[in-house]
Every structure is written in structure tokens, then in C-alpha cells.
């Protein structure tokens, strides 16, 4: 009976993988978000309490 080799892969290059692959998930999304959902222009305007202005 020969006996069979199981090569694992070492926990941290396991890891390395896994954050490798989730961080370029993250990073295309974000990507993505910012290239298709751009924002329309509107007019804002806001009021700072305590300040007058001069006529």
C-alpha cells in the first residue's frame, strides 16, 4: 500500500491568498461604483450660522 501525499497549503500563503483575492474584489467594486454611478450636478447652497454679510 502506498501511501497517499495530501500537500497542503501553508496557513499564511493560504491567507496571502485569500486577502489577495478579497482586497481585489473590494477594489474592483469600488472601481466600478465610481466609474458607473457618477453623481449628477446639482446647485447647493448652505448658511453659516454667525456670519452677516455687507450690502
Known amino acids: 500500500m502506498a ?3 495530501h ?8 491567507f496571502l491568498t ?4 478579497l482586497g481585489a474584489l ?5 472601481f466600478l461604483a465610481a466609474v ?3 453623481p ?3 446647485e447647493m ?3 453659516v ?3 452677516k454679510i455687507r450690502r
Not at 500537500?7 to 493560504?14: A, D, G, I, K, V
Not at 485569500?18 to 483575492?21: E, L, Q, S, T
Not at 473590494?26 to 469600488?30: E, P, Q, S
Open 49 to 51: 450660522p454667525g456670519v
Open 40 to 42: 449628477g450636478q446639482r
Open 36 to 38: 458607473l454611478l457618477e
Open 3 to 5: 501511501k497517499e501525499q
Open 7 to 14: 500537500h497542503q497549503m501553508p496557513s499564511l500563503f493560504r
Open 45 to 47: 447652497s448652505t448658511s
Open 18 to 21: 485569500v486577502a489577495g483575492i
Open 26 to 30: 473590494v477594489f474592483g467594486g469600488l
